[in-house]
């Protein structure tokens, strides 16, 4: 009896066991805070030009800065008609409705809602006709918003009217150009475009241009097929070229049959004759999308493959654990075991489209543990997820023990990803105190992660008056207002102290970086502000001082009767040219150099180049020796569910005279001296906009001639006063002076073009305007006499030079 009691006892202890560790397993299941990424649901929006797609276009949840969105430019013929493709995708769209509105977004020209869409077998289809009188060869901001079961999504482009683009032409030409290059059979009707140069050097098919071979630019033996196709987007256009910009993504297999996936950016500069489209450039970045499933495990490190060499990267101080990027993807590679954890991609497994492989993000890695934890911030546009459609900065922990990635905090922003990579690039810095510091719209600031609060620690920064050290735990700005304006204020982000430094008299102090952790600074003598020979204007620093923190003078460099400029800070090396005083101008004399003593330790992984025969140069992160093992263990890390820090500081950008220089598809750099634009626009082949989106100079779109009528000019033209404060005074806010001294005379004839006369100074007391120009000569007002002068372009060419080409001219306000 005592036997079969005890085992009834036992029989129920073991169910009461059972009954709770099952409860307690499926009570962990429900309350498990780990998941997957959510979906991309917004639709897309693209532009139709005969028959074909073109301007393909991400959405917005929020509202953005119009004047800081430049993904796309819309040409409109005199027809004014545009219809507008929806790609749905699963979600309802109910309406669509635009706004078109002054280039600064502050004043709306026409709006119009389309309830009724058309639907086709891929598309939604909305036609209309654009009403208003816009100004010809200006941009205008145009907000597309889709009434959808999501909410309301905005999408942006830039819209301009101009006759006689031939846009559908350049449209198909990209369309069926990069689609030839997969068929070898099809790709021997593009060699004629091709302007082959045979460099002695591998095939590198990340890097391909007009220069490469035909066999390179049809994938040589790479036979890859296209899984996602590409739109072509508009970057720029008028009547003489226009340059747009394709992605798309093909897989390609390897010598074992395994699938490769790359994604691929081309990039075209056009232009339409009566004959046949004319290639003037054209460039393709291939980037292989990183795949653990492939033999990536070598003797000498892991195989990137196919990229750009510029590897972001960083290890725990052991070197133990490697997080590096590919891809807008963040992953982790630990060799001691094989690990490797794909730590943030928005990137789907399956059934993924061009929403999730989208690459308009980066990532900046902040710190690598020992333990395998990492920190890092996400910014630009966010594919999916739950902050989808917002353009932002996100701070994540990834935790390695529990592989689940925590979202510290989010920072939305009005500005497009290629403006906030620029102020990115600038600054992002994760203090120990756990602060983010950061540059966002001219403000530094400070952010508190774990209380989820702000700081503007100054305001009004300009970034070519900003600096930071290596480890970016230090910066130095110039301060621009108050009363210690012109000092250079530094600042050390660990203990968060503030140390000044200020101008000698009668001289002001240049920012020219930072060396290691230690600032470095120039002293410019107000005598020393002259010109070059040609015009260029330079501010001839006689000293340059490199200082630590707390004040002690590292080194000090000067050369009696020689003036530095053009400084450039490398890790290894100061490089400036050096200029002496002739004659009141200066004069180039020689390069010079200031050598880093402070070599930083050598790291074992290094960045090394493989030839494979069939894909050519690919890309290696060396450890420096053979990893433990060549097998693979694979994750990846889960989002932590967790309550959402939102911070949403003001990132709205004040006005100022700007001047951004557009090329090769994107933002190239931004200026505050038009000058300095154009020279860096004639440089590229670009495009030189201000911050109202006005044409202040375009590469190879200069009229054969042009003449304008001594009648129409503006008083201070025919006074041919060179004063450009008093001009500017007396044009108040109805147009803006620019200052085009050390520009070639080809490249001011571009604003005659335009019908802006172009003032020259040939003396202290003599100036001529340019009112028009044909192929052989200037026609030259003459101030004094009101005579105007046929000289030949040679000659005036000649003239100009000598007299240092000093050139005014202004940009009308735009009236709208």
């Not at 780990?34 to 991309?40: E, F, I, L, V």
């Not at 309802?92 to 086709?120: F, M, P, Q, T």
């Not at 198909?172 to 990069?178: A, K, L, S």
């Not at 630590?548 to 003036?563: A, M, T």
Request: hydrophobic share 35%; charged share 25%; with cysteine.
């Amino acid at each position: 009896m005592g036997k079969i009691l005890r085992r009834i006892l036992i029989l129920l202890l073991v169910f009461i066991l059972g009954v709770v560790g099952t409860a307690f397993l499926l009570n962990s299941e429900t309350t498990d805070d780990r998941s997957d990424m959510n979906d991309p649901v917004y639709p897309e929006v693209m532009i139709e030009y005969g028959g074909k797609s073109a301007n393909r276009m991400n959405g917005y949840r929020q509202i953005m800065q119009a004047d800081f969105v430049r993904d796309s430019v819309t040409p409109i013929d005199t027809t004014k008609k545009l219809t507008f493709l929806v790609n749905p995708y699963d979600a309802e769209v109910y309406s669509l409705s635009y706004e078109i509105r002054s280039s600064d977004g502050s004043k709306v020209i026409e709006n119009r809602k389309i309830k009724s869409l058309a639907a086709s077998s891929t598309y939604l289809k909305a036609a209309t006709e654009i009403t208003s009188d816009l100004l010809l060869s200006q941009e205008y901001s145009m907000q597309i918003t889709l009434d959808t079961n999501k909410g309301e999504i905005y999408y942006y482009t830039r819209l301009v009217s101009r006759p006689g683009l031939n846009t559908e032409y350049y449209v198909e030409f990209v369309h069926n150009f990069y689609e030839m290059c997969m068929d070898k059979r099809t790709a021997d009707r593009l060699a004629t475009y091709l302007e082959p140069v045979d460099k002695g050097t591998p095939t590198n098919f990340a890097t391909i241009n007009i220069h490469s071979s035909l066999s390179e630019i049809s994938w040589g033996s790479m036979a890859p097929k296209l899984t996602k196709k590409g739109v072509p987007v508009i970057k720029d256009i008028n009547e003489t070229t226009a340059s747009l910009e394709v992605e798309y993504q093909i897989v390609a297999k390897n010598d074992d049959g395994i699938s490769e996936t790359y994604d691929v950016k081309e990039f075209y500069r056009l232009k339409y004759s009566e004959t046949r489209i004319r290639l003037l450039d054209f460039e393709r970045a291939t980037r292989q999308v990183f795949d653990p499933n492939l033999p990536v495990i070598t003797n000498n490190g892991i195989q990137l493959g196919v990229r750009d060499k510029l590897v972001t990267y960083m290890t725990d101080e052991d070197d133990s654990i490697i997080a590096f990027t590919q891809q807008g993807d963040l992953w982790t590679y630990v060799p001691n075991n094989g690990k490797i954890t794909r730590v943030f991609s928005f990137r789907r497994d399956e059934n993924g489209d061009f929403r999730d492989s989208r690459n308009e993000h980066d990532i900046k890695i902040i710190n690598v543990a020992s333990n395998g934890d990492v920190d890092f911030v996400l910014y630009g546009y966010m594919n999916r997820g739950i902050h989808e459609g917002y353009t932002g900065i996100c701070v994540y922990h990834y935790d390695c023990g529990q592989n689940v990635l925590e979202e510290q905090v989010f920072i939305p922003s009005t500005e497009s990803f290629e403006f906030l990579k620029t102020d990115m690039g600038v600054l992002s810095y994760i203090s120990p105190d756990h602060c983010l510091y950061l540059m966002l719209a001219e403000k530094l600031y400070r952010v508190n992660i774990n209380a989820g609060t702000y700081e503007v620690l100054e305001e009004n920064i300009k970034s070519t008056d900003f600096a930071v050290s290596e480890m970016n735990a230090h910066a130095a700005w110039k301060i621009t207002s108050g009363d210690k304006e012109g000092c250079i204020r530094i600042m050390n982000f660990d203990t968060r102290k503030t140390k000044l430094l200020s101008p000698p008299k009668d001289a002001s102090i240049s920012l020219l970086g930072f060396m290691n952790e230690d600032i470095v600074y120039g002293v410019v003598h107000d005598e020393d502000r002259l010109q070059t020979g040609s015009g260029q204007k330079i501010d001839g620093i006689s000293v340059i001082r490199i200082e630590d923190f707390k004040g002690n003078l590292k080194k000090e460099y000067k050369e009696d009767g020689y003036y530095m400029t053009n400084v450039s800070i490398g890790s290894l090396l100061m490089e400036f040219d050096m200029y002496a005083q002739v004659n009141g101008k200066y004069k180039y004399a020689k390069k010079d150099s200031i050598v880093n003593n402070v070599i930083a330790a050598k790291r074992k992984i290094t960045i090394e180049l493989a030839q494979v025969s069939r894909t050519g140069t690919q890309v290696r992160l060396s450890i420096g020796e053979k990893p433990k093992t060549d097998h693979v263990l694979m994750e990846v890390s889960k989002l932590r569910s967790v309550e959402e820090h939102i911070i949403a500081p003001d990132t709205h950008i004040p006005e100022a005279n700007v001047f951004y220089v557009y090329a090769k598809g994107g933002l190239d750099r931004i200026f505050t001296d038009p000058a300095a634009a154009i020279l860096r626009a004639d440089e590229v082949a670009g495009v030189v906009l201000n911050r109202r989106q006005q044409y202040v100079w375009e590469r190879g779109n200069k009229r054969v001639s042009q003449h304008i009528n001594v009648e129409d000019l503006h008083q201070i033209m025919l006074d041919g006063v060179w004063d450009p404060d008093a001009m500017q005074e007396t044009l108040g806010d109805k147009g803006c002076v620019l200052d085009l001294t050390g520009c070639s005379l080809d490249s001011v004839l571009y604003e005659v073009s335009v019908q802006r006369p172009v003032m020259v100074r040939l003396s202290a007391k003599r100036t001529v305007v340019i009112i028009g120009y044909d192929t052989y000569n200037t026609y030259l007002y003459h101030p004094e006499n009101g005579e105007v002068e046929i000289y030949g372009l040679k000659d005036s060419t000649a003239l100009f030079e000598k007299a240092g080409n000093t050139f005014l001219t202004y940009i009308e306000s735009v009236n709208y």
